[in-house]
């Protein structure tokens, strides 16, 4: 069966960096493009950053661009998040996500698209 398990939340402040990893099991990892969503209190689930099944191309919101890393291991089955400089309006819940791709690149920012999803992590930051 198929897991993605998100860890690396936490409280922090503005300011502050982390870096969230995603290890997926059950899948053959390098198959699935990855993503991180999002979803603060009261609002929708929102892209965050996406990544071609190779790890070549990378995507961001505009929210966290310049300020966010998405990166891949597929010898560990690993995705992370680096988020640098955070602000309050980054506290959400994360969540990684796989979808599958028979080609090696593309990607999509639509969550209807994503096969499968972690349980989430929590990010705070305070001001």
């Known amino acids: 069966q198929v897991q993605l398990v998100e860890s690396g939340g936490g409280l922090a402040q503005a300011g502050d960096s982390l870096r969230l990893s995603c290890a997926a099991s059950g899948l053959t990892f390098s198959m699935y493009a990855m993503a991180w969503f999002r979803q603060a209190p009261g609002k929708e689930r929102e892209f965050v950053a996406a990544?071609?099944?190779?790890?070549?191309?990378?995507y961001y919101a505009d929210s966290v661009k310049g300020r966010s890393s998405i990166s891949r291991d597929n010898a560990k089955n690993t995705v992370y998040l680096q988020m640098n400089s955070l602000k309050p309006e980054d506290t959400a819940v994360y969540y990684c996500?796989?979808?599958?791709?028979?080609?090696?690149?593309?990607?999509?920012?639509?969550?209807?698209?994503?096969?499968?999803w972690g349980q989430g992590t929590q990010v705070t930051v305070s001001s």
């Open positions: 990544i071609v099944r190779s790890g070549m191309n990378t």
């Open positions: 996500a796989a979808d599958f791709r028979s080609y090696s690149g593309g990607y999509s920012r639509d969550q209807r698209e994503y096969d499968y």
